[in-house]
Structure formats: C-alpha cells, structure tokens
C-alpha cells in the first residue's frame, strides 16, 4: 500500500509540471515563440509549488490509506478543490517570489491541463485498485441490534470496498441475512471458519469481553475498527504521565480561554473576509427565490440550540414552502422532502442558504466550525435517549464541522455525535482549516447534502 501511495505522490507531482509545459507549448504554438523570462520565472516558482501540490494533495485525503477505496465521486470533487486552490497558491506564489514574469494565463490553462492529467491518472488508479485490492471483509461485533445495524449500513454501500462475511451477537441473533453467531465465546470459531480480514466492534460491548476478543484477534492478525463510546473518545487526546510512580492517562478539561479565544478571532476575520462575496451570493438566490414563489419570504429563522445549551434564532435562506411544518410540527428534513422547492433544493445541495448565518457568527451565537446547531425539540429528545449528548455544547454551534464534512446524509444522530464529540477533544487551527478545505468538497457530493 505505501508503495502505491508512494507512485500515486510522484505522479501527481509530475503531471503537474508536465500541465505547466504542455501551457507553455500552448503558449510556443499561440506566439511562435516562449520568452525566456516567463519560462525563468517558472523555474524560480516550481520547487515553492512542488511542496505546495504534496501539502494541498496530502490534506484533500490523496495520500490516506483509505484513498485507493475511494468512489469516483469523491476523487472528482477532491481533484476540483486541490487544483483549484493550488491555483490559487501559485498566484501568491508568483507575488510573493517576485515572479511576475510568470503568465497568468499560463497558470489558468495549466490549472485545466492539469485536471485533466491527473482525473485520468486517478481513473486509472481506481481500476487498477478495484482488480488488485481486494474489499474489506468484515465480521461484525457486538450486541444483536447494534450489529444488525452496522450489517445494514455496509449493506447499503454500493461502492464494493466492504463486505460483512457475519456477524457475532451476544444472544439470539434475530433477523439478519447472514451467518449469525450467537455468544461472544464463538469468536475463535467464526474466525476460523469465515476467515475476515477486518473485525468491526460495535459500541456498548462489555469491556472484558471485548479485551478478550480484541486479544483474540490480534493475535491472528486481524485488523480491528472499533466504534468508540463516550468514554474512548474522552481519553483519545490524553497525556500519558507519571503520578508519584503510577502510570496514568492525564485529561486537562474539554475547551480553555484560549482555545475559545483564537476561535473567536479566526470567525470574526473568516466573516469579515467571506461577508462580501456572501451577499452577492445571497442577493443572487433571494432573486430567484422571489421568481419562483413571489409572495413568500426569502429567509427565514429558527430558534437553534448553541454553547451551554444558549438559545438562539438562526437564519438561512427559504428552502421549503412557507408553513411546511403547519400541519405536522417540528420533523426533519428528508431525502426526497416533498416540503423542499426545486430553487431550494440547488441552494441545500450547494449549502448557499447557510450563507445568512454569518450573521449569527459575527454576532458570536455561532462559529465557523463546530457541532450542528439543531433545534430545542429535537435536542430535548436526543438528550434523553443519547448518552452524552450534552457535552456538544461545550462550545458554539458551526456553520459546518466534522459531522458534516465525515458524515452523510443517512448517518445516524448517534454517529454525528461520535463526530462532535472527537472534534470537541481535537480541535486546533489546524483543524478547523480542514475541515474548511473539505467542506468546499462535499458541497460538490449531492450524498453528503444535510
């Protein structure tokens, strides 16, 4: 896999230069002939935007050993955002060096070059992966109704990377479609007798029982994934230290005045700098929204749950038809939603009705990045029937965040949690810059639309 990750970097890397001389060439047939200036300038620039393409690449997930299961659809996206913000980067970059003699029109037809190039070379890295890499053949553990499911998770998945070979319970099996094995004890047994290569732990097993299977499994070589509860994803960026000799995991607090202080500044700057294009944007969608329902408003409010539980009204642009919840109260929006127009529809599928809540941020209700700012009813009942969901209101609610750009449509609340709660613990600048890096990708992914 490292090798393969490894051909996949030097190939990137190559075609990206090879886009900026087939520009040039372009350039040679369009003038007859290429100053030697521009070309100088070039050179001066490519070493800069040789580390700048592995940086921007190895943050959109190019080099992650997951990549070679990717869908096409990811890739594209993936492939849209990089160049295009690499595009970006090589404009400053030519600023930033000096380099004026570097075409701005060389770069904008190597930018297309280079799409191209690499869509083609990660074309032919998708099928070689799907005939030399075989799928991720899964026995799935854990108590009966959480195995059943995760079994019809994966059976859902349409991408062929995984498949559930069987499932182990801790009693009766109830209804799955394939083999059940019914006690914790037969792990050895259904080892032996499916032979995975990857064992997936459900939450909410009992912690010996799940030492002694995970012991099992190690040794034989399996990989395991486990689903992680409350209490590993609290201790996941703990500070292994000595205390008077004993050794012992040190966990400092959730958030601190710091963190909430570099936060705060980069909303406010993050804000300041998207507020301009964002109003043309929401001017724009107001347009259309008043062609297609002209007596209807074009925004609207809710009141949405943030920081230690403050309450607030949230606004976006109009995506239903007026009234939608008249007659059946507070429900969540749906896949298909009759409720949603078709101008509402574009502005969900590409989050520009988000685009009202940088109100919200500049007032400090909300954050860029964060957990899901979602509605008083809907937090009263996951409240009570999710533990731990609270404590995702340790900081304000975000625009967009982990949940949104890791998640899909169909994850779970209980999921979106887990997502929450693990950026809760490892939020950084860091971080938070890519998650925006991924948020510009999934609005590219009708799947990921929330």
Not at 10 to 28: K, P, R, S, W
Not at 418 to 434: G, N
């Amino acid at each position: 896999m490292k090798r393969i990750l490894a051909l996949k970097a030097v190939g990137d890397i190559l075609l990206i230069h090879v886009g900026y001389l087939i520009a040039f060439y372009i350039q040679f047939l369009l003038k007859g002939e290429i100053d030697a200036h521009n070309l100088s300038a070039y050179m001066n620039v490519a070493p800069w935007l040789t580390v700048a393409a592995i940086v921007v690449f190895y943050g959109y997930g190019f080099y992650h050993s997951s990549s070679a299961r990717q869908q096409w659809d990811e890739i594209f996206s993936a492939t849209i955002c990089a160049l295009a913000l690499l595009f970006l980067i090589t404009f400053s970059l030519s600023y930033m060096l000096y380099q004026f003699g570097f075409p701005r029109r060389t770069i904008a037809i190597a930018t297309f070059i280079q799409l191209l190039l690499i869509l083609g070379w990660r074309a032919l890295i998708v099928r070689w992966s799907k005939k030399y890499i075989d799928p991720i053949k899964l026995l799935i553990v854990g108590p009966a109704e959480r195995a059943l499911e995760r079994a019809s998770h994966f059976a859902k998945d349409e991408s062929g990377n995984y498949q559930v070979l069987a499932v182990l319970v801790d009693h009766d099996g109830g209804d799955f479609d394939l083999p059940v094995y019914e006690s914790y004890e037969k792990l050895p047994q259904a080892l032996d007798e499916v032979r995975p290569n990857s064992i997936l732990f459900c939450s909410d097993i009992p912690y010996k029982a799940r030492m002694e299977m995970m012991m099992e499994a190690l040794s034989r070589g399996v990989d395991i994934f486990i689903v992680p509860d409350l209490y590993e994803i609290m201790i996941a960026k703990s500070r292994l230290e000595q205390f008077n000799s004993v050794p012992t995991f040190r966990l400092t607090g959730l958030v601190n005045g710091r963190d909430q202080l570099w936060k705060r500044a980069m909303d406010i700057g993050l804000a300041v700098i998207f507020g301009l294009p964002a109003a043309v944007v929401i001017l724009l969608a107001a347009i259309a929204l008043k062609i297609e329902s002209p007596r209807a408003p074009v925004f609207y409010s809710q009141e949405r749950v943030s920081r230690h539980g403050r309450i607030f009204r949230l606004y976006k642009l109009r995506t239903m038809i007026p009234d939608a919840e008249k007659n059946t109260g507070p429900v969540l929006a749906g896949k298909d939603d009759h409720r949603i127009t078709p101008v509402g529809r574009i502005l969900r599928l590409t989050r520009i009705d988000e685009l009202p809540q940088l109100w919200n941020v500049l007032k400090g209700e909300m954050s860029f990045i964060g957990p899901r700012a979602e509605r008083p009813f809907f937090v009263e009942q996951y409240s009570k029937n999710i533990p731990g969901y609270d404590y995702r209101h340790f900081i304000n609610s975000g625009i967009t965040g982990l949940a949104q750009v890791e998640g899909n449509y169909s994850t779970s609340a209980e999921d979106k949690l887990r997502f929450d709660l693990i950026y809760l613990q490892t939020f950084s600048p860091l971080r938070d810059f890519h998650i925006l890096m991924h948020t510009i990708k999934v609005m590219l992914l009708k799947k990921k639309a929330m």
